[in-house]
């Protein structure tokens, strides 16, 4: 019954289920085809130095993320592996957002946080989480970090099981890509000019 039932799903269906996740590669690693003939392959191509200066940064104004991946990173292509760096001032938040291709495993490093992740039954889980401590926010779930302390910086660093785990900023993507402000009205129980007030928040600064 189970051999009749996969013979019914298009081809090209089941090529996309079993494909979820990153690509498998059939090389020991990917060199990225605009890389220079004339450079070698060598120790240098599997080092990515972008951490230095956040690793070793003073005080930080702004909530910074800052990434290794595909990206800034070629050498990960193929290998289901990146980075995140997470620079927390006093009182910051990093909004609810998801990341669909990975789940992301947290570990703190300095200061504290308060962690939180949504599951499909809308039930939430959270944390209060000190240096030293991990929490692993799973594949696709709406979560949020924030530090609530007033006057201490945090950071934190996030390893994911993908080279580009994508990320989905839940508020920008609500209200800065263009969505009719009737229909957010309707979405969140309220009227437009709530909705408009909500949007010019999230304008970029000139």
Partial sequence: ??????????????????????????????VPMNYSANKAVDGNFFTF??????VNSDYTQ???VTKANTANFPALDGQSVSYTFLQFPAGAINPPH??????????????WLNVGFIDTNNKIYKQTLTAGDMFV???????????????????????F???????????????????DDTILAKAFKTDVATIQK?????????
């Fill in 1 to 30: 019954m189970v051999s009749n039932f996969l013979k019914s799903i298009p081809f090209f269906l089941f090529l996309a289920m079993v494909m979820a996740g990153d690509a498998d590669i059939t090389t020991d690693f990917v």
């Fill in 49 to 54: 130095t972008g951490l230095r200066n956040v």
């Fill in 62 to 64: 702004n909530f910074t």
């Fill in 98 to 111: 998801t990341h669909p291709r990975s789940a992301e495993l947290l570990l703190v490093l300095k200061g």
């Fill in 137 to 159: 926010f799973p594949k696709g779930l709406v979560h949020y970090q924030s530090n609530d302390d007033p006057n201490q910086p945090s950071t934190s660093i996030s390893a």
């Fill in 161 to 179: 099981g993908s080279a580009n785990a994508g990320t989905v900023s839940v508020p920008l993507s609500v209200f800065t890509t263009g969505i």
């Fill in 198 to 206: 909500l949007k010019a928040g999230l304008a970029p600064k000139a």
